[in-house]
């Protein structure tokens, strides 16, 4: 049971990036999916979440309308997409899965089933 993260790096504020997380090892359809960050010296933050089906999303809310989560069953992977980037971005990413059948929200995630590795994003003003 895995989860691979990728696509992070150095972008100047205002700028874009798109993460991608492939799963592999579960039924990934059967899972709803999330976007965690930790910056230094905060704690763990649910950034964004999808349902199983992608009917149902999360953001909080200091990220809606600049970043976007999807999923594609098919390929077993689930994206963040980053624009507008401020420096208070800056922090690890890290994708998570949860056996999880309805709607999301922040209490989807208070535990989670499989944890990836993460990948770093750095926003520079």
């Known amino acids: 049971v895995q989860l691979q993260a990728s696509g992070g790096g150095l972008v100047q504020a205002g700028g874009s990036l798109s993460l991608s997380c492939i799963a592999s090892?579960?039924?990934?359809?059967?899972?709803?999916m999330g976007w965690f960050r930790q910056a230094p010296g905060k704690e763990r933050e649910l950034v964004a979440a999808?349902?199983?089906?992608?009917?149902?999303?999360y953001y909080v809310d200091s990220v809606k309308g600049r970043f976007t989560i999807s999923r594609d069953n098919a390929k077993n992977t689930v994206y963040l997409q980053m624009n507008s980037l401020k420096p208070e971005d800056t922090a690890v990413y890290y994708c998570?899965?949860?056996?999880?059948?309805?709607?999301?929200?922040?209490?989807?995630?208070?535990?989670?089933?499989?944890w990836g590795q993460g990948t770093q994003v750095t926003v520079s003003s």
């Open positions: 998570a899965a949860r056996r999880w059948p309805g709607k999301v929200d922040t209490g989807t995630f208070v535990r989670l089933d499989v």
């Open positions: 090892g579960y039924t990934f359809s059967a899972y709803a």
């Open positions: 999808i349902s199983r089906s992608d009917s149902s999303t």
